[in-house]
């Protein structure tokens, strides 16, 4: 019986160490694993915050592209851009660099990589240098692509024009004088004194489902002058309630929310930034071409937002690494721009998609 008892009490505590080294093996490996989520986040919040940093020097550069690469890359000692330098920094424990690389004669690609522990995370991604700028005297056509929304929503134009020593007398859509008036009265010029913002314009009123003639439009008493700086954005109106009203004199209050193609600082113009919810992509072919994808929803973060943009659809939201996981907008639909699809439980930037286009018209402009 003593051997038996022993057998018995040596079995149990066996058991009871295998358990218990089960018990902690299992415990290190739900560590490891969280220990690779926390790095994995902390790696693509430092190169997103790396990326945030070559843009806005990119951005500082204007329409100069060797002063952009220069910008982030430094120079060489006859003070040419270094195009195999690169930006480094150290942010929040761990690690990046940012690289800015000439595409064509419209695109800076941006390489953001950050580095936390173990974990690595690269962005990749294009930057327009002259983002929704006039290059000649032109007319604009926007025309709408696709249209999948609930919501009703109306299209703006806003537009800063160079300063030039005086108030711009090309004020558009402002066709008779007492809206000439009106326009000469509200506008206002920036801090640094280089840009005069004019009121809003409507180029579209509000609706949904467009067809037929609302398909494409070219206003004919709005020609834009070089230098221009646009900012187009939507109205939304989520329960049609200005469905064709025209609008000659905007009014904020008449729409429930403003998404915008571009975010202004009024300090500093050239810092103009692609809104949260709009996603801008250039043509890759017309350097005065551009596709603008809107969101027309507020019902996610800025965060679901912004990942979407850089790194496609992906799956269900990673609360965790903040993140739908997706690896690249692969696809290309017939124009050439990124493949948008329609979702409900994740931003899509398929609610309202215009395609907004400056057409050089030089001495056969009329305003």
């Given at each position: 019986m003593g051997n038996g008892l022993l057998i018995i009490v040596f079995g149990a505590v066996l058991a009871a160490?295998?358990?218990?080294?089960?018990?902690?093996?299992?415990?290190?490996?739900?560590?490891?694993?969280?220990?690779?989520?926390?790095?994995e986040v902390l790696a693509r919040e430092i190169a997103r915050s790396a990326y945030s940093i070559a843009k806005k020097l990119v951005q500082s550069?204007?329409?100069?592209?060797?002063?952009?690469?220069?910008?982030?890359?430094?120079?060489?000692?006859?003070?040419?851009?270094?195009?195999?330098?690169?930006?480094?920094?150290?942010?929040?424990?761990?690690?990046?660099?940012?690289?800015?690389?000439?595409?064509?004669g419209q695109n800076v690609k941006i390489r953001a990589t950050g580095w936390f522990g173990d974990a690595e995370h690269i962005i990749?991604?294009?930057?327009?240098?002259?983002?929704?700028?006039?290059?000649?005297?032109?007319?604009?056509?926007?025309?709408?692509?696709?249209?999948?929304?609930?919501?009703?929503?109306?299209?703006?134009?806003?537009?800063?024009?160079?300063?030039?020593?005086?108030?711009?007398?090309?004020?558009?859509?402002?066709?008779?004088?007492?809206?000439?008036?009106?326009?000469?009265?509200?506008?206002?010029?920036?801090?640094?004194?280089?840009?005069?913002?004019?009121?809003?314009?409507m180029i579209l009123n509000s609706g949904h489902n467009r067809e037929g003639d609302e398909l494409r439009v070219t206003p004919d008493n709005i020609v834009l002058s070089p230098g221009t700086r646009t900012n187009f954005f939507i109205g939304v109106d989520k329960d049609c309630s200005e469905e064709g009203v025209w609008e000659e004199q905007y009014d904020e209050s008449r729409y429930d929310w403003i998404h915008n193609?571009?975010?202004?600082?009024?300090?500093?113009?050239?810092?103009?930034?692609?809104?949260?919810?709009?996603?801008?992509?250039?043509?890759?072919?017309?350097?005065q071409k551009w596709r603008i994808a809107f969101e027309d929803l507020r019902s996610f973060s800025v965060k679901q937002h912004e990942d979407i943009k850089a790194y496609g659809y992906g799956g269900s939201w990673d609360a965790d690494l903040q993140t739908y996981g997706g690896s690249g907008w692969t696809e290309k639909d017939a124009m050439g721009y990124r493949k948008l699809k329609d979702f409900g439980n994740k931003p899509d930037f398929s609610d309202q998609v215009i395609q907004v286009t400056f057409n050089a018209c030089s001495g056969s402009c009329q305003n």
């Amino acid at each position: 019986m003593g051997n038996g008892l022993l057998i018995i009490v040596f079995g149990a505590v066996l058991a009871a160490t295998v358990l218990s080294f089960q018990q902690k093996q299992t415990a290190l490996a739900t560590t490891e694993r969280q220990t690779e989520y926390e790095e994995e986040v902390l790696a693509r919040e430092i190169a997103r915050s790396a990326y945030s940093i070559a843009k806005k020097l990119v951005q500082s550069a204007g329409d100069d592209l060797s002063l952009a690469i220069s910008n982030v890359n430094g120079v060489l000692s006859n003070g040419a851009p270094d195009h195999k330098g690169e930006l480094t920094g150290i942010y929040q424990g761990g690690n990046y660099a940012a690289q800015a690389f000439t595409v064509d004669g419209q695109n800076v690609k941006i390489r953001a990589t950050g580095w936390f522990g173990d974990a690595e995370h690269i962005i990749n991604e294009n930057y327009y240098v002259g983002m929704l700028t006039v290059k000649d005297s032109s007319k604009v056509t926007i025309e709408f692509l696709e249209s999948m929304a609930g919501y009703c929503s109306a299209v703006f134009l806003q537009r800063f024009v160079p300063n030039k020593g005086g108030k711009p007398t090309m004020t558009g859509n402002f066709g008779n004088d007492e809206l000439k008036g009106y326009a000469l009265g509200k506008m206002i010029l920036t801090d640094d004194e280089k840009y005069w913002i004019l009121p809003p314009e409507m180029i579209l009123n509000s609706g949904h489902n467009r067809e037929g003639d609302e398909l494409r439009v070219t206003p004919d008493n709005i020609v834009l002058s070089p230098g221009t700086r646009t900012n187009f954005f939507i109205g939304v109106d989520k329960d049609c309630s200005e469905e064709g009203v025209w609008e000659e004199q905007y009014d904020e209050s008449r729409y429930d929310w403003i998404h915008n193609a571009l975010e202004e600082d009024t300090e500093n113009l050239e810092d103009l930034q692609e809104g949260p919810y709009a996603m801008i992509e250039a043509h890759a072919t017309d350097a005065q071409k551009w596709r603008i994808a809107f969101e027309d929803l507020r019902s996610f973060s800025v965060k679901q937002h912004e990942d979407i943009k850089a790194y496609g659809y992906g799956g269900s939201w990673d609360a965790d690494l903040q993140t739908y996981g997706g690896s690249g907008w692969t696809e290309k639909d017939a124009m050439g721009y990124r493949k948008l699809k329609d979702f409900g439980n994740k931003p899509d930037f398929s609610d309202q998609v215009i395609q907004v286009t400056f057409n050089a018209c030089s001495g056969s402009c009329q305003n």
